[in-house]
């Protein structure tokens, strides 16, 4: 784990990229805990046949650590429980080297499922799949929090899961599709300068639809005036106002985020095995490294990014300097130069 998160931190392309960098730093090893030697035959058999449960169970354990480090109370709406925004990436594999990652005739690849916690910006939920699983699926394996909120697009909808998400007495906040068959019971005053053209609470419609989904919901329009688009919200929460259902639905944007800084930050498109189980390991390991990123720059009060601590740590990271000293945000226009008598060359 200690040479996968190394090559996360510092970003190496490669299993002979990843050893060249350890080999440069041999007499440190056994201080870092590598023990007495780092092999590339090591390695890739460890990425083999040691279960990647093991690193799924240490990222849980950070991911729990970082959420409780990284909680801020000054989130912009008034919401007891947790804001959760489910989605999936997919990433593309090379079929003829990732035998076993079927999604297409000549394409492969995996789908990484993520239920990112937006209070904290920590992912709070992992599961990696096959490509072709519908995201729908990852519904039935997630474990409901009371209170809190479940934000996702409308690939997400089925109302006999979304149904379940209200028996455990949580919050779903999707987009309708223009399908939907949706009877309307009594509607609320709206405000329209805001952007909210309707707010009704209703039934569905049809036999089936309403064994899946039997109780009452709540339909909201609304239009984004800076996108200039129109959205139709479902969601089974009345004690919010519609314009706060609509600024919880736009927070679902922040997982996406998620996706594109993992995917350029980190090392979760080009992989150092082949294998499963190798490839599960490695993004666990980039989760592993995300966490602690957060967590040192949480606790040591950094004003700093993410992004720019995981930059300055890639190129001092067997420093000696102090991390606090590292990642101190100096302010170098405030610096009082030396006066001089130098001669001043003429023409500038």
């Not at 809190?148 to 899961?161: G, W």
Request: hydrophobic share 40%.
């Amino acid at each position: 784990m200690l040479c996968m998160v190394f090559g996360q931190l510092t970003s190496r392309d490669g299993m002979r990229d990843l050893i060249l960098s350890l080999e440069a730093h041999r007499p440190k090893y056994y201080h870092l805990g590598f023990g007495t030697s780092v092999t590339r035959r090591n390695l890739g058999k460890a990425n083999e046949k040691r279960s990647h449960r093991i690193f799924e169970e240490f990222a849980y354990a950070l991911i729990a650590e970082a959420r409780k480090s990284c909680y801020r109370d000054d989130f912009e709406i008034d919401v007891d429980g947790n804001v959760h925004a489910l989605d999936s990436t997919t990433i593309d594999l090379c079929l003829s080297v990732f035998w076993w990652a079927e999604f297409r005739k000549a394409k492969g690849g995996i789908k990484l499922h993520v239920l990112y916690d937006v209070k904290t910006s920590i992912p709070g939920f992992l599961h990696i799949s096959n490509a072709s699983l519908h995201d729908v699926n990852v519904l039935d394996i997630l474990a409901y929090e009371a209170g809190s909120f479940y934000v996702m697009d409308k690939a997400y909808i089925d109302f006999a899961r979304l149904y379940e998400i209200h028996l455990q007495k949580a919050f779903f906040v999707t987009r309708a599709k223009k399908n939907m068959r949706f009877k309307r019971m009594y509607s609320t005053r709206t405000d329209r300068v805001k952007g909210i053209k309707y707010d009704q609470i209703g039934k569905l419609e049809g036999r089936h639809a309403k064994k899946s989904y039997p109780e009452k919901f709540r339909r909201i329009k609304y239009f984004d005036g800076e996108a200039e688009k129109e959205f139709i919200f479902l969601t089974n929460n009345t004690d919010h106002n519609a314009t706060e259902i609509a600024m919880l639905y736009k927070k679902r944007w922040e997982v996406e985020l998620f996706f594109k800084w993992m995917k350029q930050h980190l090392r979760i498109k080009s992989f150092w095995g082949i294998s499963i189980n190798a490839v599960k390991i490695q993004i666990y390991c980039a989760i592993i490294a995300y966490c602690l990123v957060a967590i040192i720059g949480n606790k040591l009060k950094s004003k700093r990014r993410i992004y720019e601590i995981l930059q300055i740590l890639s190129i001092s990271l067997l420093d000696k300097t102090p991390v606090r000293e590292i990642l101190t945000d100096y302010d170098y226009k405030d610096v009082k130069e030396l006066e001089s008598k130098q001669l001043k060359i003429n023409g500038f």
